[in-house]
Structure formats: structure tokens, C-alpha cells
């Protein structure tokens, strides 16, 4: 069993910036694939970026070159860097963890850009 908890959501000016935070409990962080999504009022959950365990990272083209996702295997935490940031980020941004069949999902943290 994988708990996830966020933080590091809030309001910011367009253009500011943020770092969500997401820690993770189990032992088989290492192992975990990770990944951000987010959902605006009225709209599906999204995908915003992903990370496997060696590292290799993936975004959504409507965040690339404004976020980086990373991760720290030795505390368990995983991180979603945002700059640039837009009134059309404005979302719950959730943590994600995927270990074989089973798929883990954190509280969810709010973000809103102001214009």
C-alpha cells in the first residue's frame, strides 16, 4: 500500500512560480512510476508530466519547457517545479504513483494563477 500527501499548492501572479511536493510512504518508492495530473473545474483530469523509476520524464506539451517533475528516491518524495505559470494552469493538481496493476492517488492540492 502507497499513501501519497501533497503540498505546496497556493495562489501566484501569472508568470510566478511553485513547487508542489508530494511524500510518499512504503518501501517500494524506488520502484514506483510517478507522475502529476491536474483538473480544472469542468474538465477531465489530465496528465501534466510522469517520471519512472530510472528517471526517464515525460510532459504534457502544454507544460513543456515551464515544469520539471523530479524525484528523491533517498526521502521519498516526489516533486512538480512549475514556472512560467498561466491563468489556464489554474487546476487541483493531484500526485500519482503506479506499482504493477495498482495505481495510487494523493488528496490533491489547489493552484490558481492569477492574471
Known amino acids: 500500500q502507497v499513501q501519497l500527501v501533497e503540498s505546496g499548492g497556493g495562489l501566484v501572479q501569472a508568470g510566478g512560480s511553485l513547487r508542489l511536493s508530494c511524500a510518499a510512504s512504503g518501501s517500494i518508492f524506488r520502484a514506483l512510476y510517478l507522475g502529476w495530473y491536474r483538473q480544472a473545474p469542468g474538465k477531465q483530469r489530465e496528465l501534466v508530466a510522469t517520471?519512472?523509476?530510472?528517471?526517464?520524464?515525460n510532459y504534457a506539451d502544454s507544460v513543456k519547457g515551464r515544469f520539471t517533475i523530479s524525484r528523491d528516491n533517498a526521502k521519498n518524495m516526489e516533486y512538480l517545479q512549475m514556472n512560467s505559470l498561466k491563468p489556464e494552469d489554474t487546476a487541483v493538481y493531484y500526485c500519482?504513483?503506479?506499482?504493477?496493476?495498482?495505481?495510487?492517488w494523493g488528496q490533491g492540492t489547489q493552484v490558481t494563477v492569477s492574471s
Open positions: 500519482n504513483a503506479r506499482w504493477g496493476v495498482s495505481t495510487y
Open positions: 517520471i519512472t523509476s530510472t528517471g526517464t520524464t
